[in-house]
């Protein structure tokens, strides 16, 4: 019987000390408690931290976009040896994936990434998936390691995603963990604080988002702290952490890909009128569009968000944006049609 397919994404600040140096206690404990799951499982462990491991071999690092690519350069061996010299001992095999967001926006790509990892599997080997920082092209990056890991467990059909980060789960207002989210909505969203690590891109901001996501997608989805005792293996049983809940949203591969996998090259505001309308699988019309802050072509994939910036839908344009400026196309054109829309 075909595995499930669990993808456990951790953090820079989680797997980092103060000092930016690797932390092998968390190394081990990742390579320990993987070692009783590989078993059950076929995994991906989509790690962060080789920035964050290299940029302290740059005498002067400020951040700039060259200096983070020279830094992945350094740290990505420096993150690679440690995670195989703490699972070598557990006979557990590591190979290195180091991805770009054009392998998932190009289907064909997507599925040669795919049955590489399936060949990975059959011979027990864990690939370790990281983004291919020296050469990502700066509007083509991920938006951080949330995103690529969200993109690996939509596109494989990943039956968990495990989210560990520096804090024990999402906090409510007093500082004490939730321990599950049905729904990620506005007021769920509204939980996570602003700030973000000072060696991570993302945050709980960014979690919470592709969780959704991932959520939408029938995948669930757990965000934890590895310096939890046997953490990782207590997120698989939904025991430690914020647990999202699975919405059992059943889509097609081409929709799952449209949804997830394929580039978002705009943004579309809509009123309240045009979501009920999406709600209710209609085509988007151009009379419902409030703004339009990213521009984009026919043929295009784009997010649909209300006006408070939720995101709802992605969808494939039938026209490029700037034609929606001609006054007389304003009422009844269609910017999608419903069958190119996703709801999220």
Partial sequence: MKKPILVLKIGSAAITTKDGEIDEQIVLEIARQTAQVQKKYNIVIVSSGAVAAGKKYLTTYSGTLSERKAAAAI???????????????????????????????????????????????????????NENDVVSNKE???????????????????????FSTSVPGVLDEKGNVISEIKVIDKQALALAKKEKSAVGLGGMTSKLNFARLANQMGIEVVIFSMNTEDGFLKAIKGETGTRCHAQGKKLSSRNKWLASGSLIAGLVIVDEGAIEALKNRKSLLAVGIKSVPQDFEAGEVFQIADQDGLVYAVAKAKIDSNSLNSSDLKKNIALAHANDIVLL
Avoid: M
Wanted: net charge neutral.
């Fill in 75 to 129: 740290g990505n061996p420096l993150l690679v040896r440690t995670y195989a010299t703490y699972f070598k001992p557990f006979k557990i095999a590591l190979a290195q994936s180091l991805c770009e967001r054009q392998h998932f926006a190009n289907r064909d790509q997507f599925l040669q990434l795919k049955n590489t990892y399936e060949e990975l599997w059959k011979n027990n080997i864990i690939p370790i998936a």
């Fill in 140 to 162: 083509l990056k991920f938006s951080d390691n949330d995103e690529l890991a969200t993109l690996i467990a939509t596109g494989f059909g990943a039956e968990l995603l495990l």
